[in-house]
Nanobody, 122 residues
C-alpha cells in the first residue's frame, strides 16, 4: 500500500497551490483520507480530512481557504489551497486509515505518503 503526494512548491502570500495524493495497492473506499502538515520545530497537525462518505473536517485556520476532495473510484485525494499565508509553510503529508469516522490524531493513521514541501513567501 502506497500513498504518493505531489504538488508542493514555492508561492507568494495570497497565492494558490493544489496538492494531490494518489493511493495504490488497494482500494481506499471505506477509508478516511487526510492531509497533515509539519513545520520545523512543530508537531504534525491535521489540516483536513475526508471520509469515504464525504464527511469533512478542517483545521480552523484553513477553513474557508482550503478545500479537500477525493475521488473514490480513482483512489485520489486533492487539497486546493487558496489565499496562502507564510504560516502555511510546512511539509504536507497525505495519510489514510481504515475508518468510516473522522480521525484527528496522526497516531491513528496507518498509511502515510512521503510529504511534499509547501513554502509561502511574504
Amino acid at each position: 500500500v502506497q500513498l504518493q503526494a505531489s504538488g508542493g512548491g514555492l508561492v507568494q502570500a495570497g497565492g494558490s497551490l493544489r496538492l494531490s495524493c494518489a493511493a495504490s495497492g488497494r482500494s481506499f473506499s471505506g477509508y478516511i483520507m487526510a492531509w497533515f502538515r509539519q513545520a520545523p520545530g512543530k508537531q504534525r497537525e491535521l489540516v483536513a480530512c475526508i471520509t469515504s462518505a464525504g464527511n469533512i473536517e478542517y483545521k480552523g485556520s484553513v477553513e474557508g481557504r482550503f478545500t479537500i476532495s477525493r475521488h473514490n473510484a480513482k483512489n485520489t485525494m486533492d487539497l486546493q489551497m487558496n489565499s496562502l499565508k507564510p504560516e502555511d509553510t510546512a511539509v504536507y503529508y497525505c495519510a489514510s486509515s481504515r475508518s468510516s469516522r473522522i480521525i484527528r490524531s496522526s497516531t491513528l493513521y496507518e498509511y502515510w505518503g512521503q510529504g511534499t514541501q509547501v513554502t509561502v513567501s511574504s
